[in-house]
């Protein structure tokens, strides 16, 4: 692995398991096994990793929800696997919540990252929208919009609301209306 991959690797794992706040320079550079020099040779600053790990969550959201399209025979079908995937991976990481909606909280305050964020959500939505749309032709242009966005809702609400409770009948709820849009 080329050294701007393993700071990269580094700096998500790290994002991920840590937080942006909480994790330094020093760190991501010791868990690489690399230089302050050689960090700067790819990247400006922290910042840049940071934007770097926006546009790398927003492009696993996107293959994510297309290899489950791929899969799926119906939208009712693509939400079933959307959600189980969902569930899967709340178990298996140790911050919960979805890793844009966590992220970008925790940035929120930042300005540098804005246009970042703003772009990893707009990746999320376009996707649902190529998802929605290839069940549901008849949908298009503002109504096409308006519920890809609604469906990112429901999924950042039950998603935010499981974290916090644990309690499997949200993401039950989520599911039920997700599913609930198309009928």
């Known amino acids: 692995m080329k050294i701007k991959e393993k700071i990269l690797d580094s700096s998500f794992s790290l994002f991920r398991d840590k937080g942006y706040q909480a ?8 868990n690489a096994s690399a230089y302050k020099k050689t960090l700067y040779d790819h990247f400006e600053s922290k910042d840049d990793l940071g934007n770097e790990y926006l546009n790398h969550l927003a492009v696993q959201q996107n293959l994510v929800m297309l290899k489950m399209l791929d899969r799926s025979d119906s939208i009712s079908d693509f939400i079933d696997k ?26 929120s305050h930042l300005s540098q990252f804005d246009t970042a964020r703003t772009n990893a959500i707009r990746k999320v939505i376009e996707t649902i929208k190529v998802c929605v749309g290839k069940f549901d032709r008849n949908r298009k242009g503002e109504k096409l919009d308006s519920i890809s966005l609604q469906l990112y809702l429901l999924y950042l609400g039950g998603l935010r609301l499981f974290s916090l409770t644990k309690d499997r009948k949200v993401i039950e709820l989520m599911k039920s209306q997700m599913k609930d849009l198309f009928l």
């Open 23 to 30: 994790t330094g320079i020093s760190e991501i550079l010791q």
């Open 82 to 107: 959307w959600v189980s995937f969902i569930v899967r991976e709340q178990r298996n990481n140790s911050r919960k919540d979805c890793p844009i909606a966590l992220f970008s909280g925790e940035i």
